[in-house]
T-cell receptor, first 116, second 111 residues
Framework: EAGVAQSPRYKIIEKRQSVAFWCNPI?????LYWYQQILGQGPKLLIQ????????DSQLPKDRFSAERLKGVDSTLKIQPAKLEDSAVYLC??????????????FGPGTRLLVL | KQEVTQIPAALSVPEGENLVLNCSFT??????LQWFRQDPGKGLTSLLL?????REQTSGRLNASLDKSSGRSTLYIAASQPGDSATYLC??????????FGGGTRVLVKP
């Protein structure tokens, strides 16, 4: 079974530029998560999707961050415009069943973003 | 709001020593607690999952305990090896399958 795929693996941009990350979850997984992990800290949930609907985006900085999962499969996370403090690893995870069941989350390798 | 703390933030031991990693959480209303391993440039790998009704879970050289009433969990790694060098993260699961992570413990096992 293929794991969670993410691209790009690394990205360097200047502040005020825009950037997009892509995630392809494990086939058949209904729930998809985006996390932000700042250096030296644990991952923090940004947004959670159930199929193509948003379940929780309470910690997503909506003035600059957006995410979509249009067909309920892969997802993109966008930052526009980027700030220095957005430098982090962005992790995507997926789990198999509905959001109200307790299922193991499987994590992708992450995208490392550096904002200069 | 749930807060998860891991102490120490970093740990260095000689090969063969046992490792003891600590995790504490403020809200005992959890469904389970997981320990993850993170290698540089890679994602998270789940090591052990302890249900809220369990006291401990074991896998090979790894043993994790959970005391939900006091909000604490401990991960023991017996007879450490250089390949155990990584960052170890604990996370608690709340309603909606939401994970709250600690800041991690960076472990270095010296040959």
């Amino acid at each position: 079974e293929a794991g969670v795929a993410q691209s790009p693996r690394y990205k360097i941009i200047e502040k005020r530029q825009s950037v997009a990350f892509w995630c392809n979850p494990i086939s058949g997984h209904a729930t998809l998560y985006w996390y932000q992990q700042i250096l030296g800290q644990g991952p923090k949930l940004l947004i959670q999707f159930q199929n193509n609907g948003v379940v929780d985006d309470s910690q997503l900085p909506k003035d600059r961050f957006s995410a979509e999962r249009l067909k309920g499969v892969d997802s993109t996370l966008k930052i526009q415009p980027a700030k220095l403090e957005d430098s982090a690893v962005y992790l995507c995870a997926s789990s198999s069943r509905a959001v109200d069941s307790l299922e193991t989350q499987y994590f992708g390798p992450g995208t490392r973003l550096l904002v200069l | 709001k749930q807060e998860v703390t891991q102490i120490p933030a970093a740990l260095s031991v000689p090969e063969g020593e046992n490792l003891v990693l600590n995790c504490s959480f403020t809200d005992s209303a959890i469904y389970n607690l997981q320990w993850f391993r993170q290698d540089p440039g890679k994602g998270l790998t789940s090591l052990l999952l302890i249900q809220s009704s369990q006291r401990e879970q074991t896998s090979g050289r790894l043993n994790a305990s959970l005391d939900k009433s006091s909000g604490r969990s401990t991960l023991y790694i017996a007879a450490s090896q250089p390949g155990d060098s990584a960052t170890y993260l604990c996370a608690v699961t709340a309603a909606g399958n939401k994970l709250t992570f600690g800041g991690g413990t960076r472990v270095l096992v010296k040959p």
